[in-house]
């Protein structure tokens, strides 16, 4: 299984962050007021007015993304005091936290650290809870600290010396509060990773087989139901969407069932988390360009972050019931794969006109927003790397969205505050829906170039029937060609926590 827990540690424990013997420690301050931050002004008087010497000098200036390492020469108790810039207290959020923990944890890691104290910083932090200025410093260490060298002679070695970060309270009061921010942070990061390692792994080592092996070990350590649906399954569902673009590969698609049921006396208090699987897609008959196929092995992306999201699910425990539902093959090209032209049939009884087959993941959502719909979800997110066009719109800031229900719609942007995950709503015009006529069929998968991830979005939008819906393109955002904040290069996770933050307020609601 490619789960992997944390190999840097946080624990909370009382004191007082000077006197701790510690390698490190590592205090905030922001470009506001720098010597009114927590700890800072009696540091510096502890230091000979180092700090202050400094920040008049313009070498420490609390912006944001400034890191300022200071050896304590034995005025202090710490060997080192590690200063972590913060910005402006206007523009303070809890992403701007999670990037600055990412940081100074690569930093640790980079001088050697092997354990640090910090705080939970309250001062100067735009009234953000303490508890979830904790969570953020848990998920963006973790998170910033991730590599992927499972196919190197590195694989069994992050490169970091850095096995624990602690958090100095004085109240003990609130000990048990960041040891619950601790556990939650870890699991979200320890989710997301998994949904990065999915992302990465090539796809000779990321099969709907390998997939489906993934799932069934998430469910069993978890204690979640599953359900795998072979080809044979398939054809007797009748998921002729699946099966389509399936037809051209060796490899056994699957359809992966993972149900939680947080809230079994109340059926109707659910939600369904679907992603698109393409585990490869060359494109198939409609053949990608070699350039335009190096990534493709990143379309499962979707399937990799719902997958990720019910293990969180299954230790966060939430009160509702979620069904995540995975579409799993490759698209190639073969004697056997289905041509431009032809014409299938979905689950839903809907006929499909295929008239491009690399438009193949809609095809496979298709199947499973029917199935969703014959389950009696309520309430619907599929999860997808369903269209360049999306790259084109908003590049790999914003995710893009489209739904059918406004209020569902802004429960997922309240979460994404707490995340940072970011989401942009697209229009859907009925004007749209003309590109997707058929002449053959009662639908086509291909609207053409103009306003591609709308009208891909209103293909699946035939499938929904009367569930809220929300689809999330994360074509631009699944992965990143750079290293900031958190984000490292390669694949993001995106949008695990933000689906795991959104189930979880949904179940506090209930």
Known sequence: MLFRSSKVKFRAIQGEILSQESEAIVLYIGEDDILSHEFIYEANNNLENCLSDMA??????????????????GHINPKRLLI?????????????????????????????IQRAHTIVPQANMNQIQPSQIAVAITEGAL????????????????????????FVDKPSDRLETFSESIRIGTINAEATILARDMVNQPANFMTPSIMAQIASDI????????????????????????????????????????????????????????????????????????????EMKGDMAGAAAAIASMQAIGKLRPKINVICMVAATENMPSGS?????????????????????DAEGRLVLADALGYASALGLNRVIDIATLTGAIITSLGDVYTGGFTNDQEF??????????????????????????????????????????????????????????????????????????????TIKGATGCPTRTIVQLICSLGNDS
Do not use: C
């Open 219 to 294: 469910a069993k350590s978890n204690t979640l139901d599953l359900e795998i649906f072979s080809s044979s399954d398939l054809s007797k569902l009748k998921m002729g969407g699946l099966l389509g673009v399936a037809k051209g590969t060796l490899e056994p698609p699957k359809f992966i069932i993972i149900k939680y049921s947080g809230d079994p006396d109340n059926p109707s208090n659910n939600i369904g988390i679907l992603g698109k699987g393409i585990t490869f897609d060359t494109g198939g008959i409609s053949l990608k360009s070699a350039a335009g196929m190096v």
């Open 337 to 357: 794969a289905q041509k431009p032209g032809d014409v299938l049939t979905t689950f839903s009884g809907k006929t499909v006109e295929v008239d491009n087959t």
């Open 56 to 73: 008049s000098q313009g070498q420490l200036t609390g912006k944001k993304g400034e890191l300022t390492l200071i050896h304590t020469l």
């Open 143 to 166: 998170l910033g600290l991730y590599n992927f060298r499972k196919h190197t002679g590195k694989a069994d070695a992050d490169g970091s010396k850095l096995d624990e970060i602690v």
């Open 84 to 112: 972590v810039g913060l910005g402006k207290e206007s523009d303070l959020s809890l992403d701007v936290i999670r990037n600055a923990s990412a940081q100074f944890a690569r930093r640790l890691r980079s001088i050697g």
């Open 409 to 486: 719609w802004s429960q997922l942007m309240e979460s994404s505050v707490r995340t940072g995950e970011k989401f942009w709503l697209m229009p859907m015009h009925e004007d749209y829906k003309r590109q997707n006529i058929s002449d053959v069929a009662d639908i086509k998968n291909s609207g053409g170039r103009k306003a591609g991830s709308i009208t891909a979005a209103h293909f699946l939008a035939e499938f929904v029937e009367d569930m809220k819906w929300i689809h999330l393109d994360i074509a631009g955002t699944s992965t990143s060609d750079r290293l900031t904040g958190y």
